[in-house]
Nanobody, 126 residues
Framework: QVQLVESGGGGVQAGGSLRLSCAAS????????MGWFRQAPGKEREFVACISWSGFSTYYTDSVKGRFTISRDYAKNTVYLQMNSLKPEDTAVYYCAGRSSSSRFPTTTANQYDYWGRGTQATVSS
């Protein structure tokens, strides 16, 4: 079993930055692609970014390209999402997700992931 716990959310003004962390515990060796999703009130959960098992490949949704960076630290069993130049539209609950088997990259839909964190709120004020 794998547990994912997000942290680093909070409130920030437009143009500011937040760094989200996703700490994994349990059978971390079973984690392959890791991803970040987000969900705003009244909206569907949407893909944000993912990173391959090797860490060599990353993929982002168009709306965050150039502003967000996903990375992973194997020694710490942690995945990060650095969010810069934040906009009010980025306000959402951010979820960390992990896939337990290999797959073609990228994986951009929720049903391609097996493990989920409970989310962390990021609020961007204008």
């Amino acid at each position: 079993q794998v547990q994912l716990v997000e942290s680093g959310g909070g409130g920030v003004q437009a143009g500011g930055s937040l760094r989200l962390s996703c700490a994994a515990s349990g059978r971390t060796f079973s984690m392959y692609t890791m991803g970040w999703f987000r969900q705003a009130p009244g909206k569907e959960r949407e893909f944000v970014a993912c990173i391959s098992w090797s860490g060599f490949s990353t993929y982002y949704t168009d709306s965050v390209k150039g502003r967000f960076t996903i990375s992973r630290d194997y020694a710490k069993n942690t995945v990060y999402l650095q969010m810069n130049s934040l906009k009010p539209e980025d306000t959402a609950v951010y979820y960390c997700a992990g896939r337990s088997s290999s797959s073609r990259f990228p994986t951009t839909t929720a049903n391609q992931y097996d493990y989920w964190g409970r989310g962390t709120q990021a609020t961007v004020s204008s």
